[in-house]
């Protein structure tokens, strides 16, 4: 805090940020045990690719390592050596794979590629018979049609006399795409096909089931889960209360505050008037800080279903975001809240345990992931260690 005797004190930089993000690591390491405990006798990796989802692979790595994580996924190699300083003796997979030029990095730092393609199989096949064995992955596409080996395929490989007999992967994982749908018949036929590919690939561990298809039950839990989105406090399920902790509040700080009359326009394009003579705040945060445009008060023309955007909650209140929102600005009606409780410099939750993310989300027309992962640059970082 500033000290009110000296003016020109260091301040704290997040008592006075523009932006803001909190990110609460024992409600991230209470998900992980969390969805362990529903995984059952499955064991429970971490995803953390997109640096953790946005919220910083280094500290949610550290703390989903001390929480008992020994099986980590990222996306991208770059991702899985900066985990691998973050948890030392785990097994971490990067799931796109391997390309040429990037061995040394995999061997280095101990990483296992996710074999997503023929070509990537027949390339590190010619890598290990260069350079010896070194654990990998295989997926199996079983109707996503994303990325992974052709189901048939992938089966026949385990009886092709031309495989090399040293060629042996740790794990064969493939990903359910209407997990998030517990009604959708897809599922039973996703899971029965994974099980066609289990049993060809017998002795290998197996995994199927990310955050939603933990909760679909332990038919789908297989030898390893893969939980991501519930790790950070996102709902994994469509409908039906989110058990998940929050763990990431983001907010903006006022700027202004200003009276506007009824019948005045507000933000760009005048999209939205004001009913009664209002009160607004002008707060430190737009587009270039993932509060995306589609939150926007009104003035969103591919936004159909909703019409109304984003609230966000001050002074104990939901307040709404009226007209377009900006690159750096976005601007609340908050004439319901007594003057004297509110003031220039005070803080809007943008979403946290007040503002739901996947509420916030919704009213954009998105899902929760892609507000986490759309953080930018500015926001200020506070980490609250489990104790």
């Given amino acids: 805090m500033t000290n ?60 989903l390592y001390e929480a008992g994580a020994r099986d980590f996924f990222v996306a991208v190699v770059q991702e899985g050596v900066t985990l691998r ?31 997503v393609s023929e070509e990537q199989l027949a390339f590190w096949m010619s890598v290990t018979a260069e350079h010896g064995d070194h654990p990998c992955a295989l997926q199996v596409d079983t109707g996503f049609n994303r990325l992974g080996i052709p189901l048939e395929d992938a089966i026949a490989f385990t009886d092709d006399v031309s495989r ?123 587009y270039a800080d993932g509060y995306l445009r589609s939150l926007s008060g009104s003035g969103v023309p591919l936004r159909q279903n909703i019409g109304h955007g984003a609230f966000g909650f001050v002074a104990g209140r939901k307040v709404p975001v009226v007209g377009r929102l900006t690159m750096d600005l976005t601007i609340f009606d908050v004439t319901d809240v007594p003057a004297a409780e509110i003031r220039s410099g005070d803080y809007v939750e943008l979403f946290g345990p007040n503002m739901p993310l996947d509420d916030v989300a919704r009213a954009a027309g998105t899902i929760g992931y892609e507000l986490l992962t759309s953080l930018g640059l500015r926001y200020e970082r506070r980490y609250i260690y489990p104790e």
Wanted: aromatic share 8%; hydrophobic share 40%.
């Fill in 164 to 286: 090399p007999a040293s060629f042996s992967p740790v794990l064969v994982l493939s990903h359910l795409h209407s997990g998030d749908t517990p009604s959708s018949e897809l599922n039973q036929k996703q899971l029965e096909s994974f099980r066609r590919v289990a049993d060809a690939f017998e002795g290998i561990e197996t995994s199927l089931a990310a955050s939603a298809g933990i909760f679909l039950g332990s038919d789908y839990h297989f030898d390893l889960t893969r939980p991501g989105i519930a790790l950070y406090g996102g709902e994994a399920v469509n409908g039906g209360k989110n058990p998940m902790r929050p763990v990431a509040k983001a907010e903006a700080r006022i700027i202004q505050i200003r009276d506007a009359k009824k019948g005045e326009t507000v933000s760009y394009g005048g999209t939205y008037q004001l009913s009664r003579d209002s009160r607004l705040a002008i707060v430190a945060a737009g």
């Fill in 4 to 63: 009110p005797d000296d003016p020109f004190a260091e301040a704290d930089d997040f008592e006075i940020a523009p932006v803001r993000l909190t990110v609460d690591l024992g409600a991230l390491a209470d998900n992980w045990r969390e969805m362990a405990r529903r995984s059952g006798s499955a064991r429970t990796a971490a995803v953390v690719k997109a640096d953790a989802y946005g919220l910083g692979i280094e500290d949610c790595g550290t703390a």
């Fill in 85 to 115: 300083t973050y948890a030392p003796d785990a097994r971490i997979y990067v799931l796109s794979g391997i390309w040429p030029g990037q061995e040394q990095l995999f061997f280095e730092n101990g990483l296992v590629p996710v074999l």
